[in-house]
Every structure is written in structure tokens, then in C-alpha cells.
């Protein structure tokens, strides 16, 4: 192997569905130069071999399951896997991380990346298990669960210890914003799992029996010592590991960063009671969501009896939550946590399943529903009772469900009357929940999103002008956070290209971004690369290729039609909050989102009008 390639297997797998075909490939080594792995070789590689114009869930669509020269167990956060597609929800580019031992045992297996082509006539799952590659069939698997079909597959493994990835109904009902779960993981944003569905793909085992030799064993024990021993001295560490990411619950609501009643507001002032709730009734333990997590900030939760009585899973996370509860206005802890459930179990993403039926109860209020529509459902806000229900007919498209499965976007279009006024998402992703209002950052990166009204990319804005967290950025220009105003919207544009650039590493290396908020700075995962690869890659070189991969995803997104009109926010996320604790602060609303777009536009180097990188700026990045 060559030495450009230490640190990785050097083989990516390729699976042609329809044929039955299974092929190893060696690494494209200028493709790793340019944008190493993740995120980044996967885009690379979907903007070479995907047509403009490629049907989301048809036959030439592509899955990648990509993994990064980090994704190793002894790696903090590297138990991790990205899934890249081009979108059924947008249309553009598509990608979702899930943390979980699929990843790290992909690479044991000898793949940096399964790349999954075709479609299988009937439905099919695959057992990977190092070099033999079997194509099994899963008409059993049809229409089950996916803790249903977890256990239908794992007793039908040969010996071994393997991870799963599955869909669930949802997937194959290609719902829109379907997620591929691994075990209670999911990678959920952009509807993975529809594309999987469409491929008749429901489930894809991995096992592997090999090692991925260091360049420098010493110097990547030594990058390990100096990284952990940053993580026990961070308090964060410990904080992630109490309360989870349902530890902002309760600040984000008092901070105006939590989206209440469909984005009418950003505060609900019941944040505290309902976290308190969670904790006492609901929290079982913490536990890790890939084998050596030192933070181990995923929750197992459960509902102990009563109507939405739930066992005990993995599940119950700050989005999660947030959407079950503000969102829609319900006050039931136990209902909210049951729907976390259910949509790990119909492979639903949280975030999108929330926000439709946010966005319905809003439809019902404003008599936008027909009772024929509605077929009997009460959309009251705040009725807990219809949230399972409403779930159960999204992830098996009936009824009312069947226009919600499409998103908020495509439901909106198809019922006009206003409605889109109140349909929450960019580039036809769902808004998550944080509040651009609060931290103007935020708003900017939410516009700017590759993938759209993400929760993984834009958040750090927030925690930078709201939060006052830096991730040892700025050595590289980041403003120093402590004089920075979170209500200001001038200067937003440049430090949000950094923010971006800088925290879209850990998607490219594999490993988990809570890292990033618990010590691990950029420098940090720059010393662990150079000693796995042996490839002298100092931090501003990663900020270098993050900034390249960000610009080959805007490309793939204006390739497939976008323009700066998809940059915008919706004007709801915009204006000051009608109702709540921000209602009468005029520094709560967005005021010249033209002049910030402008700014990030130039800080980009791409045209200040039109948000396309400018030629001088590919030839910089080496794009073209
Ligand atoms: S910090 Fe949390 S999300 Fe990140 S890898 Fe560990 S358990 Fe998973």
C-alpha cells in the first residue's frame, strides 16, 4: 500500500444491487488528498459519478456509507458512519451521520466505504463479513419494525459479531424524511432511508477481522493521551455524560433558542418543568452509542406504564424532545418520549416527523384541512394523543399521511392557501430545534446549508455568539466570541464560513462533533490524522480541505438547479416572536438577512449576487 494510503483500508466496496455484484476498488488517491474521507471523498464521488437531474429514489441514485481516516473505536467519537445520497427531501445534496460500531467494523472488514448502485427487483439485505459479500433475501423483513427486523436478521448471522444498519416501514414506504437506524442510532436528516427503500435495500450487516495499521504508532499514542486528557479536564465531558444533549432542554427555552408552537415562537417557559419531568420519570442511564465512547452522552429511556407505556431504548434526545413537545405545544413527557420511540422504530426521522405534524396542526387550526383530509383526527394543539397515531399513517403513507411524507415543503405547495407561509424548512429541510433569532449566526448558516435547515452544521453558530465557544478557532480568524454580540447581525458573514468550515471536520474525518464541545479542537484531530496517515496535515490544511468539500456541495446543489433564492429563510423564522419571552425585543428578529447573505456570500469567495463560487475561487480550492 502506498503511503498516502496509511491510515485507511485503501478499498471502497461497490455493490450493484440488481445484478447481484459485488466489487472491491482500490481508493482514488487524489480524491483522498483533496478531500480525505466522510463527507468529503463521498461528495466527490457523487458529484463524478451521479447525472445532474438523477432521480433521488431511482435506480442511479447512489448510497454511500463513508467512513473517514478517524472512524476507529480508539478514536474519540470515531465509532461513527456517514450516509451520502442526493436527497429525496431537497432534491440536492444529502448526508447524515450516525454514531455506531458500523463504521469502525466497515473499515475491519477492509472497506473505507460501501457504495450501494441499482435497485434489487425483490427485497434484499447484505452480510458483509470481511471478503465474502452475500446478497440475501428479505421478503421476510417486508413491512416489520426495526427492532423487528434487528432481531429476525442477527439470528440468521453466521458467528461473528456484527453491526446492522436497517430501514424501517418508513424507508420502504419512501417517506421522504425516512432515517437508516443502527440499532436505536440514527442517521435520520434527508431521507436515507427512502433512498434505501427505493433500492429494495432493507438491511446491510457488517462484520471484519483486520487492523488499519498508524503511520506512526507512537505519535498517534501520544495525539490519543494529549486528546483524552483534555477530555477529563473539560467539564463538558462530564455534563454531556449527566444530562445528554437533554441538558439544553431547559437554557435553550429560557435563551429563546427553542422553536415553540410551529416557530410562532422561540420560548415556551415550561422548558424547566418538562425537563425535570424527563429526568425523574422518564431518564433510565447513560450509555455509548458505538463500544469506547469516553462520553457516553446517549440516554436509554423509557415510559414505565400507563397509554404510551415504552420499554426501555435508546432514544429521547434534545431534537427529539423538543419537537414532540414545543413544536406542537404538548406537555406529555411520557407521550413525547413514546414518539421518540416509535420513530426509531418506523426509521422516521425525529426532526421532520415533528415538524409536519407541527405544521398540520397549524393547517387545522387555520381550517385549511378538510374534515375529509382530517378523517376524523383531532389537531388541536397540544393533543398528545394524535402524535402516535399521525406517525404510524406517515411511516405507512395513509391518509393525511400519505401528503406529510413528502415534507412540509411539498405538502405545503399542494395545499396552498397560505400555507407555505407557515412551512418551516430550507431547501425543503425542516428546521430544527434552535432558534436563528437568538444568535444571528445561526440564521446565516441555516440559510447557507448545504443540506438545508439542519441541526448538525448550523448549531455551532449558536454556540459561538450565544454560547461563547471557540473550538480553538481563533488562531485561524474566528472572532473572539467574549466580544461578540449574539443579537448583532454585522460581521455574522465571515466567522460563520469558519464556523462552518472548521465544524464540518469531524463529518469529514468520522468522528462525533460533541468532541468539539468537550476540548477537542481542530489542532487536536490534526495531530491524530498526521499520525494515522503519515501525511504532514496541520490544522489550517483540514480547514483548507473542509472549505474545498463545502464548496463541491454548494456546486453539486447549484448543479442540480439552486440558486440563491434557496438561501433564504422563511420570513416566519425572520420576525420578531409573536407570543412568548421575546415577543417585544426588536433584537430578536432578523433584519437585513439581504446584507448578512452578502457578506457570507464574499467571505466565501463566491459571487456576491449570485452565491456561485467565482472561477478564481475554484482555481484556489483546486476545483477546477
Ligand atoms: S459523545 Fe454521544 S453522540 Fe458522540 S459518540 Fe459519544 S455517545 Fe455518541
Not at 441514485?61 to 465509532?79: I, Q
Not at 439544553?248 to 408552537?261: H, L, Q, S, V, W
Not at 463529518?507 to 494515522?532: N, P, Q, R
Request: charged letters at 20%; one cysteine or more.
Amino acid at each position: 500500500m502506498a503511503e498516502e494510503m496509511k491510515g485507511f483500508t485503501g478499498r471502497q466496496l461497490r455493490i450493484r444491487l440488481g445484478e447481484r455484484q459485488s466489487r472491491v476498488e482500490p481508493l482514488d488517491p487524489e480524491a483522498v488528498r483533496q478531500f480525505l474521507g466522510g463527507t468529503g471523498y463521498a461528495c466527490k464521488l457523487l458529484y463524478d459519478e451521479l447525472a445532474p437531474g438523477t432521480d433521488p429514489l431511482g435506480p442511479l441514485n447512489k448510497l454511500v456509507f463513508a467512513t473517514g481516516p478517524l472512524c476507529s473505536n480508539a478514536v474519540p467519537g470515531g465509532g461513527s458512519v456517514e450516509v451520502c445520497f442526493k436527497s429525496p427531501l431537497t432534491g440536492g445534496w444529502g448526508e447524515s451521520r450516525a454514531g455506531s460500531d458500523f463504521g469502525p467494523d466497515l473499515r475491519r472488514a477492509g472497506y473505507d466505504h460501501l457504495i450501494v448502485e441499482g435497485r434489487s427487483e425483490t427485497p434484499v439485505y447484505l452480510v458483509i463479513q470481511d471478503d465474502d459479500v452475500q446478497f440475501r433475501p428479505a421478503g421476510h423483513l417486508a413491512g416489520k419494525t426495526v427492532g423487528e427486523k434487528l432481531a429476525l436478521i442477527s439470528a440468521e448471522l453466521p458467528p461473528g459479531r456484527f453491526t446492522i444498519g436497517a430501514i424501517g416501514p418508513a424507508g420502504e414506504h419512501l417517506v421522504k424524511f425516512a432515517s437508516i437506524m443502527f440499532g436505536d442510532r440514527a442517521a435520520g436528516r434527508g431521507g436515507a432511508g427512502a433512498v434505501m427503500g427505493a433500492k429494495n435495500l432493507l438491511a446491510v450487516a457488517v462484520s471484519g477481522s483486520n487492523r488499519i495499521e498508524p503511520a506512526d504508532p507512537e505519535a498517534l499514542k501520544a495525539a490519543l493521551k494529549r486528546a483524552q486528557a483534555t477530555l477529563r479536564e473539560n467539564p463538558t465531558s462530564a455534563a454531556f455524560r449527566e444530562h445528554g444533549t437533554m441538558g439544553d432542554y431547559a437554557g435553550n427555552d429560557e435563551k429563546g433558542d427553542f422553536p415553540t408552537r410551529n416557530w410562532q415562537s422561540n420560548s415556551w417557559g415550561k422548558g424547566a418543568e418538562l425537563f425535570d419531568r424527563y429526568e425523574a420519570e422518564n431518564f433510565v442511564k447513560p450509555y455509548p452509542c458505538y463500544r469506547g465512547c469516553p462520553i457516553s452522552c446517549a440516554r436509554k429511556a423509557q415510559v414505565a406504564g400507563g397509554a404510551y407505556a415504552t420499554p426501555v431504548h435508546g432514544g429521547a434526545e434534545y431534537e427529539s424532545m423538543a419537537c414532540f413537545t414545543a413544536y406542537v405545544l404538548n406537555e406529555d413527557v411520557d407521550a413525547a418520549v413514546h414518539c421518540s420511540y416509535l420513530c426509531n422504530q418506523y426509521g422516521l426521522d425525529t426532526i421532520s416527523a415533528g415538524s409536519v405534524i407541527a405544521f398540520a396542526m397549524e393547517c387545522a387550526e387555520k381550517g385549511i384541512l378538510t374534515p375529509e383530509q382530517l378523517g376524523g383526527l383531532d389537531l388541536a394543539w397540544g393533543h398528545a394523543a394524535v402524535l402516535p397515531v399521525l406517525l404510524g399513517m406517515i411511516a405507512r403513507r395513509e391518509g393525511l399521511g400519505d401528503l406529510l411524507a413528502d415534507g412540509v415543503r411539498v405538502a405545503s405547495r399542494r395545499l396552498g392557501q397560505g400555507s407555505e407561509a407557515f412551512a418551516i424548512h430550507v431547501k425543503g429541510m425542516e428546521g430544527p430545534a434552535h432558534d436563528g433569532r437568538s444568535g444571528k449566526a445561526l440564521a446565516l448558516s441555516y440559510g447557507t446549508g448545504n443540506r438545508g435547515m439542519c441541526h448538525i452544521h448550523p448549531v455551532e453558530a449558536m454556540a459561538w455568539d450565544s454560547g461563547k465557544m471557540d473550538w480553538g478557532l481563533q488562531k485561524y480568524g474566528l472572532p473572539d466570541p467574549a466580544g461578540v454580540e449574539r443579537w448583532d447581525e454585522a460581521g455574522k458573514g465571515a466567522a460563520t464560513v469558519l464556523l462552518q468550515d472548521g465544524l464540518s471536520l469531524p463529518e469529514i474525518l468520522c468522528t462525533c462533533k460533541f468532541f468539539m464541545y468537550a476540548g477537542i479542537t481542530v489542532d487536536h484531530w490534526a495531530e491524530m490524522v498526521s499520525a494515522l496517515t503519515g501525511r504532514d496535515c496541520p490544522g489550517g490544511a483540514l480547514l483548507e480541505i473542509a472549505r474545498r468539500v463545502y464548496t463541491l456541495q454548494r456546486l453539486f446543489n447549484i448543479r442540480e438547479g439552486f440558486t440563491a433564492a434557496d438561501d433564504q429563510l422563511p420570513e416566519r423564522v425572520k420576525a420578531v416572536p409573536a407570543s412568548g419571552r421575546y415577543r417585544d425585543q426588536p433584537d430578536c428578529g432578523i433584519h437585513d438577512y439581504a446584507g448578512m447573505l452578502r457578506d457570507y456570500y464574499l467571505a466565501r469567495g463566491w459571487d456576491p449576487e449570485t452565491g456561485v463560487p467565482t472561477p478564481a475561487t475554484l482555481r484556489r480550492l483546486q476545483l477546477a
